[in-house]
């Protein structure tokens, strides 16, 4: 028996999910797929719909921003998730007549969106070794320029979206504005209070949608930067968590293709994922695919010998010897490490941000 790593069409809202590849890149160029959902734009990928008719694909060249005041009525999307880019209407904001270290500021006060940024933060953050009186010059000149990228036409102070309060900044989305972080974690909230109430239909939906907002590692932009390291392993675990416990709920209800679509999504989210071996494996098992069963042992396998781990060695308490009783090639059940491991099928393990 094949199986097809595509999971299940879900619509909810304002979200569409469209199916999961085992990949993390950004959407890559071709041609959009209408949602059934009127003024939004599917990818064929894992994504969320944009809040916009005929958007521009990220990958294509960016279209200088529109020269007329920002509405503030007019949609905002942001995408942080996979790499970043902002949406405002119609038009994709184009950062190349920004200066780097001015991107940089942004991507950080989007980071916090809605929460206001102290300046000696973002001097921290941009230009650590640079006398006082410079970064603070240099502070000024991004802030102006990112203002004048998002909000062409308006005049000095007149700025809507990034605000200044006090000795912070802050950058303050308009009514209606999408920034795939906060849907990411406003989607693992409903999960949490449908699992409250054993509304597993509503749960598993609340999932599908997690998982369609993250594209990939937040902000690959920015590298190793230290501003942005907690947030990008929280988001990564949380999201590896979600996959984890969707598979699991997949697996429980005897959707094994789906189950192991998840599972595999997970593993390229996080490797080291103990318990989505686990579900992966017995979902091939179960599906009657000894082959792909097979292979994912053997990766499995793989992954533990590269962290100096005897594949053959002994199980732990987190799970039995074989996942499946009826598997004549057991899967070791092996705990990778200490940090990797988390309450495995739990994505709340994780803080979330206010």
């Not at 972080?181 to 239909?201: G, I, K, N, P």
Request: aromatic share 6%; glycine share 6%.
């Amino acid at each position: 028996m094949e199986i097809r790593a595509v999971l299940p069409s879900w619509c909810e809202g304002n979200r569409h999910y469209t199916g999961m590849k085992t990949t993390t890149s950004p959407p890559q160029c071709g041609t959009v797929k209408q949602c059934h959902t009127p003024q939004q734009v599917c990818y064929p990928s894992v994504g969320a719909a944009l809040p916009c008719e005929d958007a521009a694909r990220p990958g294509l060249a960016a279209q200088p921003a529109s020269p007329r005041v920002i509405d503030r009525e007019r949609s905002v999307s942001i995408r942080c998730f996979g790499g970043f880019w902002v949406a405002i209407g119609d038009m994709i904001v184009d950062w190349s007549r920004v200066r780097p270290r001015a991107r940089t500021a942004m991507r950080l006060l989007t980071l916090c969106a809605g929460r206001p940024v102290h300046r000696e933060t973002l001097l921290e953050a941009l230009w650590p070794n640079m006398p006082p009186e410079a970064a603070m010059a240099n502070l000024h000149a991004a802030v102006s320029s990112v203002r004048r990228c998002l909000e062409p036409g308006r005049q000095r102070g007149e700025s809507r979206m990034v605000v200044r309060t006090g000795e912070a900044y802050l950058l303050a989305l308009p009514t209606g504005a999408h920034l795939d972080l906060l849907a990411f974690q406003s989607a693992l909230a409903r999960w949490r209070q449908a699992r409250a109430v054993h509304d597993a239909v509503a749960a598993k939906a609340a999932l599908y949608e997690a998982l369609a907002e993250y594209r990939g590692e937040l902000l690959p932009e920015d590298g190793p930067a230290e501003w942005l390291q907690h947030d990008r392993e929280m988001y990564r675990r949380q999201a590896a968590n979600a996959a984890a416990a969707l598979a699991k709920d997949e697996l429980d209800a005897g959707k094994f293709a789906e189950a192991a679509a998840v599972a595999e999504e997970c593993l390229v989210i996080d490797p080291f994922h103990d318990a989505c071996w686990h579900v992966l494996h017995t979902a091939y098992q179960q599906a009657g695919a000894p082959a792909a069963a097979e292979r994912a042992r053997r990766r499995y396998a793989e992954v533990l010998t590269s962290l100096g781990i005897d594949p053959a060695q002994g199980t732990s308490s987190g799970g039995s010897a074989s996942p499946d009783p009826g598997c004549t090639t057991p899967i070791p059940w092996t705990p990778i490490s200490a940090n990797r491991r988390q309450n495995a099928l739990d994505p709340a393990t994780m803080p979330i941000r206010p």
